[in-house]
């Protein structure tokens, strides 16, 4: 006879009906066995011995097992499953959220292209999709961008290479001196537009030498009436000669490779100038 617990208490049943109601490995139960015996084989259950039988508890961890046939022919059979872990994607790749494709639809979000995931990338800007400024504004709407659209596509190359990207460069090829001299160029060509657009503005200056033509008569420009109707508009271009000069004289100083990025971007952004005058 043996003792057998339960959660209610314990009691003495014989060994044959242990037996009996011995758990099977489908339960998957765990069953303790405590013994006072001297017996070190563990053969012999006599004497006070105690079985404690109790159900596993499965680990939140623990993942489910199944069995698939997959190839019937060669036998093959999947015998444990595990979900993957998601790993950071483009949005067009996401497995979780439908995405819609179109060449170059930037007006506003294209069904649920705005949905994303924790992992969800932007084509464009290459860092998360929750931290695009960018993702559901309209008419640029990067939440639409996808790797099979060249309008995309262009777009992702500008954003990654800046003014690097009118020179027909591939990412790869993009080291750390022509990434220098894009970013020197990219800063200049903001400077020069400021300039050049003050430029094209002009200044007013009142023509000299002009008689005051109202009641009483003034001396040249002291009446704002007649030095209204006699101004003169001015262009200097002195401003954006000083600007180039500097910058030209920065390129000698860099490497080869940022040098020829700067002198080139220069010549294209000097050769669209015009005189407002003409």
């Known amino acids: 006879m043996d003792s057998q617990c339960y959660p209610g208490g314990c009691q003495v049943v014989p060994v044959w009906k242990l037996v009996a109601t011995w758990p099977s490995e489908k339960a998957e139960e765990n069953i303790i066995l405590i013994s006072d015996d001297d017996d070190d084989e563990g053969e012999s259950t006599q004497g006070s011995s105690v079985l404690f039988v109790e159900p596993q ?44 494709r179109r060449e170059s639809d930037t007006c506003s979000p294209l ?66 001196e022509l990434r220098r001299g894009g970013d ?23 023509s000299p030498g002009r008689e005051c033509c109202c009641q009483p008569k003034l001396p040249p420009g002291q009446c704002n009436v007649c030095s209204s109707q006699n101004m003169e508009v001015v262009y200097r271009y002195s401003d ?20 020829a990025v700067m002198l080139l971007g220069a010549a294209k952004q000097i050769a669209l100038h015009k005189d407002p005058a003409l």
């Open 57 to 100: 508890e499965k680990s939140p961890l623990e993942e489910k097992k199944s069995e698939e046939l997959v190839d019937e022919e060669g036998d093959l059979v999947v015998t444990y499953c595990k979900q993957a872990n998601v790993m950071p994607h483009a949005r067009h790749d996401c497995t979780t959220r439908p995405f819609e």
């Open 111 to 176: 069904g649920k292209n705005a949905d994303i995931c924790e992992q969800c990338y932007c084509y464009i800007c290459d860092k998360l999709a929750a931290e695009c400024s960018l993702w559901t504004t309209p008419s640029l709407c990067h939440c639409n961008a996808h790797n099979k659209s060249n309008f995309w596509k262009a777009q992702r190359n500008f954003a990654l290479a800046g003014v690097l990207a009118t020179f027909n460069l591939e990412l790869l090829e993009l080291d750390t």
């Open 240 to 259: 954006v000669f000083e600007l180039v000069t500097r910058f030209l004289n920065q390129a000698e100083q860099e490497s080869p490779k940022a040098a």
């Open 184 to 206: 020197l160029l990219e800063k200049f060509i903001k400077d020069l537009s400021v300039a050049y657009n003050k430029y094209l503005t002009g200044e007013r200056l009142c």
